[in-house]
């Protein structure tokens, strides 16, 4: 499953750093701290990672990212639903479409867009 988040470092001198929670009915069932890349020009940090979908059973779940730097700390969550392991292959087929677009972004198409390639609909859940 692929994540992306983005984050701005505040003015600590201490580096940010973020932990991946992957939680079903309130309770954690994977955990990630992955390393961050250093800021871009503009200060940004962009993260782009997986996480091994295919160790979830299907389900409903909720991923929450918890960003710190010094005594600061954001959170943000987002669900999503795994429906079924594919038969072609190990990939595990994640149901996006509940939960796309996310808030604030109603103008920003699906990540597969219009493409109906055989990865998009590994991901999106889109019918062949």
């Known amino acids: 499953m692929g994540v992306y988040l983005s984050l701005r470092p505040g003015s600590s001198p201490e580096p940010p750093s973020v932990r991946l929670e992957v939680r079903q009915d309130g309770q ?25 979908a295919d160790r979830f059973p299907p389900g ?25 392991a594919s038969t072609r292959t190990s990939e595990t087929i994640i149901d ?4 796309w677009p996310p808030p604030g972004l109603a103008a920003v198409p699906p990540p597969c867009g219009a493409a109906r390639s055989q990865a998009c609909r590994a991901v999106c859940a889109i019918p062949p």
Do not use: H, W
């Open 60 to 84: 409903r779940y909720e991923l929450l990212a918890v960003a710190r730097q010094g005594a600061a700390e954001a959170r943000q969550a987002t669900s999503f639903a795994i429906v079924a």
């Open 96 to 99: 996006l479409r509940s939960v």
């Open 28 to 52: 954690l069932v994977g955990l990630a701290v992955p390393e961050l890349p250093g800021p871009d020009a503009n200060g940004r940090i962009a993260y782009m990672g997986e996480m091994p």
